[in-house]
């Protein structure tokens, strides 16, 4: 398939139309950083990574977080091997040289590791320049559906999200360290009640790519999409990230008119 980011965002808006089940997972700044086993800290007065100390907006309290890297191996093992794992429809989107620094692009490919480049696509597939396309197509698509199973944040409103949710798992705070019950949870849900061609939504941080992998891996009869803060206006939370405030608020934004690079076009 060419390498064109509108060209993925209609191959998986095809996969979706024809209910054909398939996973993404999806690596951005974020994920990295815990790739790279740096300390992270997101908070109401603190944003942090490494011995950085980020002077930018606060994140929304929906995004506080604390990976520490002497504390929390277990979560980075499974984020790991959620990135590394291989299996026919699992898609793994990686961050793209035009959204981070090529030294970070080429680091987040050392540990991916050889092979399996036809999965490989762009972490941010459904958001900047796609995002109009995901609202316009992908969420209308998702609405006439009535098995969906959507793993999302506490405080989000499930009543009021345009969408006919059958089952919900709620994460709280630090959800990718303190909610990892949700694996064995969901899993038992999905045996007991022989869960089938049904649509998971994750929009849970760097937890939906340990329980999208962990699910995929067992259960691949269901298809399972991280979409990160795509729902966020509809869920009632919060739409602080730029394109967000670009598409809702109609607020000028460069990366809603990015065609960003293939992550594997990074030069060795």
């Known amino acids: 398939m060419q390498r064109n980011f509108f060209t993925y965002f209609l191959f998986f808006w095809g996969k979706l ?30 944003v942090k990574r490494g011995d950085e100390l980020i002077n930018q907006t606060p994140y929304p309290e929906e995004d506080y977080k604390v990976f520490d890297p002497t504390k929390h191996q277990r979560s980075r093992q499974l984020l790991l091997e959620s990135l590394q794992f291989k299996k026919e429809n699992y898609f793994k989107g990686l961050s793209c040289p035009c959204c981070v620094s090529q030294e970070r692009v080429r680091s987040l490919l050392e540990l991916y590791g050889e092979g399996d480049d036809k999965h490989v696509v762009w972490a941010n597939q459904f958001l900047n320049a796609n995002y109009v396309h995901f609202m316009t197509y992908m969420f209308p698509e998702m609405q006439k ?50 869960i089938s061609d049904h649509l998971f939504l994750f929009s849970a941080a760097s937890l939906s790519e340990v329980l999208i992998y962990e699910l995929y891996k067992e259960f691949p009869n269901n298809t399972y999409l991280d979409i990160g803060t795509t ?9 602080t990230r730029g394109y967000l405030r670009a598409y809702w608020l109609n607020q000028p934004h460069p990366n809603m008119y990015k065609n960003c690079i293939h992550p594997l076009e990074v030069k060795p």
């Open 17 to 46: 139309k024809r209910k054909e089940n398939f996973a993404f997972v999806r690596f951005s700044d974020g994920e990295l950083d815990i790739l790279q086993n740096l300390y992270v800290e997101l908070s109401e007065n603190v």
């Open 145 to 194: 559906r009535d098995d969906i199973i959507l793993i999302a944040n506490e405080k989000a409103d499930i009543e009021k999200s345009g969408l006919n949710v059958k089952k919900s798992f709620k994460v709280g705070y630090n959800c990718f360290v303190n909610d990892l019950h949700l694996i064995d949870e969901i899993k038992e849900y999905i045996a007991t009640n022989d």
């Open 231 to 239: 729902l966020h206006k509809s869920l009632g939370l919060s739409i």
